[in-house]
């Protein structure tokens, strides 16, 4: 059976043909262990269903293995409602929160006194998503397991660190870096940003530079730079920073700054510098699934330090002639900090491919051109390309150059594409490049 979105036109439909006709039954709910408006106190819920069969209906501490689900109109942006999700589970001592307008999909889990994104999917992929789902709020998966709701669950997989490097300047690092965090995000994975570029661009695209005026400069003094500098002090969770209203939710991110290539000399005279990075990650192999290092387009100490404490790469280019003859650079480069690695024991980085990125979507261009710069990136190079294309589209650098009025001053207020315009094939093409990943890193 599957759930068509173009039918839910209004929160009743999506209440009627996404809810009780295909998500509770397809969960394992039976009319006995579901309820529907429910009232407490001051809450009103839209639908409530229990693992075991509740009747008569009672909620409270005994009875935590439950679902709230909660359905907007499709016209509505689900970021609004989260908050108040919030309140409903940690009030009611809810485990799990669904909240869908039809065109997404997304569920939560109680934590303590807050709640964290387990899962999103957009609701054409409903059918294709519901095994996991079933294993996350399935009413036979919640009846067998004891609820736990003070800690993140163990991880299914080790945390996978990938950096997106390519030395050439302009073919998209940036974009290609906070959008696909902002993906993987969405689809419920836990992430790490970390911007090695001294140029900062990560930094400004996640929101994090506020300041118009440098006494205000809340990142100088605590940024990449601190972590790789001493081993003894300035761990992750001493610089990380939350990138607040440029994506919900919200990611964690290791903030650069200008000042980055001052202290360049200093590190390059400390060999330990260049594992400072592997060994803060390892502290926090448990919180995160999925790390990403935006580097900088150089040989220098800084991409050197990312590519040896990633796991993966990814080589965004926008397949024009000068992007392509800096592959060779690109993999000599690659060539010695595998050399290096070897001798600290970690194997040779994995190249999850050449991934297209700004690439025109004029029609003659995508007829002719295209096709004979992916074959130069295979024939003449031989490097493999990823399936995703990241195509240069207006909104992509529109989301990042929103700003808001304080006063008289206008800040900087970038959104990730997501936030800016979800149905956008831009979201679409990143949520595509998110998938390819996890598949590849097998997390998916």
């Known amino acids: 059976m599957d759930f068509n979105p173009e039918l839910c036109r209004n929160e009743s439909e999506v209440e009627s043909k996404l809810i009780v006709q295909y998500l509770l039954p397809q969960l394992g709910y039976t009319p006995d262990s579901w309820y529907q408006e429910v009232a407490v106190g001051s809450i009103r819920l839209d639908f409530l269903a ?6 008569p209906f009672m909620l409270d501490d005994n009875s935590p293995l439950s679902v709230v689900m909660e359905a907007k109109s499709p016209t509505q942006n689900l970021d609004t409602h989260v908050r108040k999700l919030r309140r409903y589970l940690v009030s009611l001592n809810v485990q799990y929160g669904l909240l869908t307008n039809g065109k997404e999909i997304r569920i939560f889990e109680r934590v303590g006194s807050d709640i964290q994104l387990r899962f999103s999917c957009l609701g054409r992929e409903v059918a294709t998503k519901i095994d996991d789902i079933r294993i996350l709020i399935g009413k036979d998966t919640l009846k067998a397991s004891p609820a736990s709701t003070e800690q993140d669950p163990p991880r299914k997989y080790p945390m996978k ?3 997106v ?3 050439k300047g302009g073919v998209g690092k ?3 870096s906070v959008n696909l965090a902002a993906a993987l995000r969405k689809q419920g994975k836990k992430v790490l940003l970390i911007d090695i570029d001294s140029q900062a661009n990560t930094t ?6 506020k300041f118009q005026f440098e006494e205000d400069d809340n990142l100088k003094d605590n940024n990449v730079y601190h972590l790789l500098e001493s081993g003894d002090f300035n761990f992750i969770s001493d610089v990380v920073k939350k990138t607040s209203y440029f994506n919900n939710p919200e990611i964690d991110i290791i903030p650069s700054h200008i000042r980055l290539i001052d202290g360049q000399y200093k590190l390059n005279q400390i060999g330990a510098s260049k594992t400072r990075l592997i ?3 390892k502290r926090v192999e448990k919180e995160y699934d999925v790390v990403i290092i935006d580097t900088p387009p150089s040989r220098d100490l800084y991409a050197e330090v990312a590519l040896i404490a990633a796991d993966y790469l990814i080589i965004p280019s926008d397949l024009k002639p000068f992007a392509n003859q800096g592959l060779p650079s690109v993999q000599e480069f690659i060539k010695q900090v595998n050399e290096y690695r070897e001798v600290i024991g970690k194997n040779p980085i994995s190249i999850l491919g050449v991934l297209p990125s700004k690439i025109s979507t004029h029609a003659q261009f995508i007829k002719h051109t295209f096709p004979k710069q992916r074959s130069a990136v295979q024939e003449r190079y031989g490097l493999s390309l990823m399936d995703s294309i990241i195509f240069e589209r207006t909104a992509l650098s529109h989301c990042v150059n929103q700003t808001i009025l304080i006063g008289d001053l206008e800040i900087p ?8 315009e979800i149905d ?6 990143f949520e595509s490049l998110a998938q390819e990943v996890l598949e590849k890193v097998s997390v998916a």
């Open 413 to 420: 207020d970038p959104k990730s594409i997501f936030e800016f």
């Open 279 to 281: 060994t803060k990650l």
């Open 424 to 429: 956008s094939p831009s979201a679409q093409e």
């Open 161 to 163: 660190t990938i950096a």
């Open 174 to 176: 940036t974009t290609v």
């Open 165 to 167: 490097y390519h030395n």
């Open 50 to 55: 229990f693992a075991a069969q509740v009747i």
């Open 204 to 209: 400004f695209a996640a929101g994090l530079v």
